[in-house]
């Protein structure tokens, strides 16, 4: 019994250095997302760290609609963002579950 809480608790240790080398890896991942008619593009990282945003000329001349522009596309690249790394976060925490009796409703 004591050989298998070893092994858990290195299972879990080693799952727990897997999702911190996975966030650091998120902060790496571009993810650019643009408004529907491509006036607006952003770059965020799937970390949800803001790396570029480009702006065309014509929507310097409305400030509202610029300022709606930039909420709709920030808000669908974080959007983006956010699915990408609870996906990638959740896999590595699966993959590193140790085997626990009774438990095993939770690996689906």
């Keep these: 019994m004591f050989g298998d809480m070893m092994g858990m608790m290195n299972k879990l240790k080693e799952t727990q ?11 790496s ?10 006036l607006l ?8 760290e803001i790396k570029n ?7 310097m001349e409305d400030k509202d609609q610029l300022e709606d522009y930039l909420v709709l596309t ?4 974080i959007k983006r963002a956010s699915d990408i790394n609870e996906a990638e976060l959740a896999a590595v925490a699966k993959d590193g ?3 626990i009796p009774g438990m095993d409703m939770f690996n689906q």
């Design 41 to 48: 593009k952003i770059t965020i990282t799937a970390a949800r």
């Design 74 to 77: 920030l808000n669908k690249a």
């Design 29 to 38: 991942v571009l993810i650019d997302e643009q408004s529907s008619d491509g």
């Design 17 to 27: 250095e897997k999702v911190e080398a996975t966030k650091e890896r998120m902060k």
């Design 97 to 99: 579950m140790p085997d």
């Design 53 to 59: 945003i480009s702006i065309a000329d014509e929507l």
